[in-house]
């Protein structure tokens, strides 16, 4: 079958485009047409960024957040509050919450969430090291924000469980945001009032129980 793409390198630029999430192949290749309308410099740029990122970026040794520093600029900034952990699932989630500057403590960044399906299970997220922080017992609260799903409300429980016998608070983020929606597209509104509404876990799980 013949290719609808004149050139090889044309279509294989194209092919690596499209494996990136939420780009299909025409936007795939309107991008690469548009980098070829570039000079080279420019393009040279854009690879060597993209390099760059991938060989020196740091996740920070406390939160797991992407960072410049082996420390993030939120776990160093003295001026947030230590004893209160907000969990999420992944760094676009901090980036949202803080876009609503309702928070003012910590974060600790899962890197997913548990799915069966997806062969993603406790052991492949940052569970332990968030258990090993509350153990340190400087942390008073943890507010459990995964997004409103059936995997979300699965790690949320595996995570209350876990850290039941340390006697910290663990709080749920209110339901402002709708069951089944991912916590990086709520308005920022809508997210800092579910922060700043959070109720306690065990009641939360009281209620969906019944």
Not at 19 to 25: E, T, V
Not at 155 to 168: A, D, E, M, S
């Amino acid at each position: 079958m013949n290719s609808p793409y004149p050139s090889a390198l044309l279509e294989n630029a194209v092919n690596e485009f499209a494996n990136l999430p939420g780009i299909g192949r025409k936007s795939a290749l309107r991008l690469v047409l548009h980098l070829l309308r570039q000079d080279e410099d420019r393009v040279a740029n854009f690879a060597g960024t993209m390099l760059k990122l991938k060989r020196e970026i740091k996740y920070c040794a406390v939160c797991h957040n992407i960072s410049d520093t082996e420390v993030c600029n939120i776990c160093s900034d003295k001026s947030r509050d230590s004893s209160l952990i907000c969990v999420v699932e992944n760094v676009k989630e901090v980036m949202a919450i803080e876009k609503t500057v309702q928070f003012g403590g910590l974060y600790h960044v899962l890197g997913g969430i548990i799915s069966p399906i997806d062969g993603i299970g406790p052991s492949d997220l940052e569970i332990a090291s968030l258990e090993e922080r509350v153990k340190s017992g400087e942390v008073r609260e943890v507010i459990l924000a995964l997004s409103a799903t059936m995997e979300g409300d699965t790690t949320n429980f595996y995570i209350y469980r876990k850290l039941q016998p340390y006697g910290v608070k663990v709080s749920i983020i209110a339901r402002g945001v709708s069951i089944g929606d991912e916590i990086e597209y709520a308005d920022e509104v809508t997210l800092g009032r579910s922060i700043m509404n959070r109720t306690p876990f065990d009641e939360s799980y009281k209620l969906v129980s019944k």
